[in-house]
């Protein structure tokens, strides 16, 4: 990464996704160990689903592996204000990446909402029958984000090669399919050379499944294109600040074997018919059927300590 004229908490930044040794080179062996390991798992699981198919995501993993019958009752997906708002600052920001001149957090910000407004999809749909206070509230957590993110993260360079929003998938095809979108993708692997750092760009506070997610990521790029990112950071918008931890091949084997028994939890529960085991935790604070739950009514009992 070169050098360039940066405030001080885009400096840090830049300095903590430098790479502070030598040239990582992962050995080829092990990864093929590594791809050849998940491909006759994912098989075998294969053959367990019939004619269903599994799309296993970061919050299927999270989900399945933490209470099994709130992954059940999960509430159904709808957009809102909040959650919208990670599709808008994504937005804004490739296209900062080929705006012409020095554009204002706003500007980004408003052209993003109107480019998603006219695509195809259900988040467009939303915002085509949302309310001007919904637009308002969208509009303004995702100006909070990109104006942070404008001040904190140093210039994107082409050289750099950014991707925003970088699907990740494996296999091509088959009854299962890993799947990610890395938030901000810089850099390319220079024949067997790692030097992809995947970021993830984080409102609130860190915690550990934060990590977890990128370490997914890092697995499905390597098993599809058998080089694995550099690093991973997870990018704290309120901190300014980036956690950034080097690819190891035990982090990409501890990854492989949570997604294979998330992956069987999963055919288990919603593919053959399982009885969903229960896990009282944090979860249970926001489980729509913790109410008629007994071990989440007693866990959170634990909590109230008036
Ligand atoms: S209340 Fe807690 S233990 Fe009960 S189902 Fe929900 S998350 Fe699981």
């Avoid at 092990?30 to 919050?59: G, M, N, P, Q, W």
């Avoid at 709130?70 to 990446?97: E, K, M, Y």
């Avoid at 012409?100 to 695509?119: H, M």
């Avoid at 229960?278 to 909590?303: D, F, H, I, N, T």
Wanted: glycine share 6%.
């Amino acid at each position: 990464m070169t050098d360039l004229d940066v405030t001080p908490t885009q400096q840090r930044t830049l300095e903590a996704l430098r790479r502070q040794g030598a040239a990582l080179r992962f050995d080829a062996g092990e990864i093929a160990e590594l791809v050849a390991y998940a491909t006759s798992e994912v098989a075998a699981l294969s053959d367990r689903l019939d004619a269903h198919t599994l799309v296993v995501a970061k919050h299927d993993l999270s989900g399945i592996l933490g209470c099994e019958t709130h992954h059940v009752h999960r509430d159904p997906f709808d957009w809102s204000a909040r959650n919208a708002c990670g599709s808008v600052v994504h937005r804004a920001i490739q296209l900062q990446l080929n705006w012409r001149g020095d554009p204002l957090p706003v500007q980004l910000v408003d052209e993003a909402i109107d480019r998603l407004t006219a695509e195809d999809n259900s988040l467009a749909a939303w915002l085509n029958e949302c309310s001007p206070a919904d637009i308002a509230d969208l509009r303004g957590f995702a100006l909070d984000s990109v104006t942070r993110f404008m001040e904190s993260f140093p210039p994107l360079q082409p050289e750099w090669t950014p991707v925003v929003e970088a699907r990740v998938m494996w296999p091509a095809a088959g009854p299962i399919q890993f799947r990610g979108r890395v938030d901000l993708m810089l850099g390319r692997p220079s024949g067997t050379e790692s030097r992809k750092v995947f970021v993830d760009v984080k409102t609130g506070a860190r915690a550990t499944a934060h990590a977890l997610d990128l370490h997914y990521y890092a697995l499905i790029e390597t098993l599809s294109r058998l080089v694995p990112p550099r690093a991973l950071a997870s990018f704290y918008l309120d901190a300014a600040e980036a956690v950034v931890e080097d690819v190891t091949m035990p982090a990409l084997h501890a990854s492989l074997r949570r997604a294979l028994a998330a992956t069987e939890r999963l055919i288990e529960v919603d593919v053959e018919g399982r009885t969903p085991t229960k896990q009282p935790g944090w979860s249970c604070r926001w489980c729509p059927v913790a109410e008629g739950c007994q071990e989440g009514q007693a866990w959170l009992a634990k909590l109230d300590v008036s």
